[in-house]
Structure formats: C-alpha cells, structure tokens
C-alpha cells in the first residue's frame, strides 16, 4: 500500500478486481413471501392485467379466478400489485444453508404451543387434587359420626377406592387430553402405547459370555454379531431351537430367510428360461407362480412313479415296516436302575405287528386265541370257551358245558 500511494509499481493488478468480483447476497436477504405491494388502486390503469388490474402481470399470466368481466371493463375488485422478487445471487455456503431464509421468530409460535399445552396440563392436574381432597374431606365427616372401629375400618376401604378412582380418572383424563390435542414434535400414539427398543435389556447375557474359552466362536463388536454357535461342543448334542443364542447363522438359516432364498433362486432360474420375473419388482407374481410349479412338479414325480412301478412292478417293496419293527431294537440310549425303572433316556415301546391287536369283536370279553381246547386242539376265546371266530359271546354258560362237548369229540371219533 505505501508503494502505490508513492506512485511506484506494485502488484495491485494481481489482486481482485473490485469490478470483476460478483455481488453475494447477505445474510437475512431472502425472497418476499405472501406479501403485496401496498394497497390496491382505486380504478384501472393503462397496461395492467385485463382481469384482475395489477401492473406486475399481464392476462395470461394472471393467477386470479377468470371473471366474466375483467377489471378494466368494471373498473372494481383491482388487485394489489405483487412485489417483483429480487435477483438473490446466493454464494457456495449460501445455496447449502438450511437455515437460509429461516424467520426466528416462527419458532416463538412452537414455544407458545408448549406453552398452552403445559398450562393444560396443569390445570388437569389442579382439577385431580381438588377431587380428591373434597372426597377425602366429605369422607372425614361422615366418619366422625360413625364409631370409632368402623370409622377406622371406612377410612381405609375408602382411602383405597378413591385411590384407585383417582388413579382411573386421571388415566381418563388423559387419554381424553391425548386424544383432543395432537402434541406438535412427537410421535405418540394413544391407542398404540408401545417404545422401541434399540439396545439390548441388560440382564440379557452377552453373545461374548456364552463361550469365553480362547478358541471361542469371534464376536464382532462394532455390529455385535457372532455368526457360530457358542455351545457347539460344550452340550452334548445340542438342540438350536433350545438354546438361549444358537448363533446369527442358525437366524438367517431358518424361517422365512430360506423361503425368501429359494424364491430368488426360482426368480433367475425363471428369468434364464424366457419367463420375466421379479422377487422385489412382483413378489406377488413370484409366488403365484412357484406355487403352480410346486403343485405341477409334484404332479408330474408322482405320475413318473406310478408310471415306473406300472411297467417293472415291485410295489410290493414300497410298503416296508419301519426299522424298529423289522429289527426290534433301536439307537436309543435308555439307563435303568436296580430295580427296574428307567433312570435316563426313555422306555422302549413294546414292539407291535402289523396286525390289529387288543380288539374286542361280538360283545367278547377276551380277544381270539386267548383260550386253547387241548381235547379239540382248537383256538378259541376265553370269556366263553367257543371255538368259532364270529360266534356271539353266551358268557359263563359256555364254560358250564365241557362234559357236552367231550362227549361229542368222543362219538365223532367212534363213528
């Protein structure tokens, strides 16, 4: 500076131009907003818009309801003028401001909103304790009359009811105070009164405490996920349906996670075939249409398979008894004690044929082949001694006849 103001050459030339540089809009210059420019004209002036007579438009850009006849024919209802919006040239930190045009004083309308709502609510309140003190009162004067035992016994049977009608009124209050006033700046629904929860409870043990052993499954802190099961090797055949965490593999392997799976699957496999489909764009489509392919896919093996076995046979082989039947025992480990009873593991059924048993046909009391006659050598039921498979039960009368029947064996073989 001191070079120029002696005349001597300097490098002002390098510097910014006050003429080049470009003119930023300042702080609090923003666009005019629902406001006019002073009052409406009285009649109607020369270039001014045919319909509602302000100078700042013409006809066809005119905002106004079309009349029937405009105002430079009737002269009345002239417009006020609109105030023509300033050329804000807004810099780098001015374009990205959310604040940018901003008026301070909306905000003192929010806080008088929660200020009408907290007078509410203590007036609420005041209401409340003036309730219950005047019953309380009333109460104390009916029990002076009363006795001293029943005033005792009155007083708290009614300290207790009007507890409790106080604590229902108040609840009435307010879900009526709730439902009446929307509450400006919450998300707080009357008939869903329900919080998320974003963290875990904390007596909720740590996915990392389950298995502290230095070959333990990895947790990763930052998302909190361990994807192997820390029981796996601790518990003797453990179930991941009954354990307390089974790891996020046993999650995203099981439920709908698969069937979302398969179903993306079938999508591309569709897709590659000429078919276009979807899982996000048409879900619904999607599933319509593994649906009908199950049921066809399911149709056409059963139909191969009848097929087969009507042209080589062996149906027969099909309809095998379970293993249990065919070798009589199982992998089941079952522990007894001394004296007979099952100490760990569970009871072996007994073994069943294939055949009906326990069944009690013609009022029998026994089922067949429960009783054999060594003179006949037959098989027959116990409950009446009879030796015919469909005969009707008679009872005890069938046992009194043994003396008829051997001497009947005796002449069949006489003759």
Not at 242 to 261: E, P
């Amino acid at each position: 500076r001191s070079e120029e103001r002696l005349g001597r050459p300097s490098l002002k030339h390098q510097r910014p131009q006050p003429v080049k540089e470009k003119s930023i809009a300042e702080i609090g210059q923003w666009f005019y907003r629902g406001q006019k420019a002073g009052p409406a004209a009285t009649k109607f002036r020369k270039g001014a818009c045919e319909n509602c007579g302000a100078m700042t438009h013409k006809k066809k850009d005119c905002m106004e309801r079309p009349r029937k006849l405009g105002a430079k024919f009737t002269g009345q209802q002239i417009m006020e003028d609109e105030i023509l919006q300033p050329d804000i040239d807004l810099g780098f930190d001015g374009k990205r401001d959310r604040w940018n045009g901003y008026d301070p004083q909306e905000h003192q309308k929010i806080v008088e909103e929660y200020g009408k709502i907290e007078e509410a609510k203590k007036q609420i309140k005041e209401k409340n304790l003036d309730a219950e003190f005047s019953d309380s009162k009333n109460a104390k004067e009916k029990g002076e009359e009363k006795g001293e035992e029943e005033e005792e016994e009155e007083v708290a049977v009614g300290a207790k009811t009007k507890g409790e009608e106080s604590d229902s009124d108040s609840d009435e209050d307010d879900d009526k105070y709730g439902n009446e006033i929307d509450m400006p700046g919450t998300k707080f629904d009357t008939k869903q009164r329900m919080t998320v929860r974003n963290l875990r409870i904390r007596e909720d043990t740590a996915k990392y405490l389950f298995n502290l052993a230095p070959n333990a499954p990895y947790y990763d802190p930052k998302t909190r996920s361990m994807r192997e099961n820390p029981f796996e090797g601790r518990v003797p055949d453990p179930d991941p349906t009954k354990l307390k965490y089974a790891g996020d593999n046993f999650v995203r392997h099981t439920g709908d996670t698969v069937k979302m799976a398969q179903a993306q699957v079938f999508a591309w496999e569709a897709t590659d075939k000429g078919t276009n489909v979807h899982l996000q764009a048409e879900p619904t489509k999607l599933q319509l249409l593994h649906r009908s392919y199950e049921d066809k896919k399911d149709v056409f093996r059963s139909d191969l398979q009848e097929s087969i076995l009507a042209k080589y046979g062996g149906e027969e082989h099909l309809d095998v008894p379970p293993k249990e039947l065919i070798l009589a025992q199982s992998e089941n480990y079952v522990e007894y004690s001394q004296s007979g009873d099952v100490v760990k593991g569970q009871e072996k059924a007994v073994t069943k044929s294939k055949y009906d048993e326990d069944v009690l046909i013609n009022n029998h009391t026994e089922i067949w082949a429960s009783y054999f006659d060594l003179n006949e050598m037959k098989w027959g039921f116990a409950c009446c001694h009879s030796m015919v498979k469909n005969s009707y039960c008679v009872g005890a009368d069938g046992t009194s006849v043994p003396s008829v029947r051997k001497r009947m064996g005796r002449a069949k073989r006489c003759k």
